[in-house]
């Protein structure tokens, strides 16, 4: 029984060891989101994020950056939470972007429809 019993107490620390050991791991570094955010930053900036959403495309750029160094330091986990956030601020932003310039292009045709409509006006 005292064999049984110190076989069970070896595996439980042996089991423990392992458990603390895997937590104090660092990880994986976040790659994928790494190119996940850098990705959307460029996305962001082709839909002249930079005219339309200066501020929230430079909080993403931030974020990344930030990021870089939180993965240099190891700390991977609040690296991957600032990587997912700058890339859902750059695709925001770049929403924003391409609406601002819809609106842009909107106005611009009601524009031209009511200077055609003045025009008819007085031709006629």
């Given at each position: ?17 392992l ?7 660092p ?36 974020k ?11 700390k ?9 956030q700058a890339?859902?601020d ?35």
């Amino acid at each position: 029984m005292n064999k049984r019993m110190s076989m069970l107490y070896t595996a439980g620390v042996a089991g423990i060891a392992l458990t603390i050991g895997g937590c104090a791991s660092p990880g994986e570094p976040p790659e994928a989101d790494l190119q996940s955010a850098e990705s959307s930053l460029q996305q962001a900036v082709a839909a002249d994020a930079r005219e339309f959403e200066p501020v929230l495309l430079n909080n993403a750029q931030n974020k990344v950056a930030d990021a870089k160094n939180l993965i240099e330091k190891e700390k991977y986990t609040e690296a991957e939470r600032l990587l997912k956030q700058a890339s859902v601020d750059a695709q925001l932003a770049g929403a924003r972007a391409e609406t601002a310039k819809a609106k842009r292009a909107v106005e611009e045709i009601n524009g031209n429809i009511e200077a055609l409509r003045k025009r008819m006006n007085q031709d006629q």
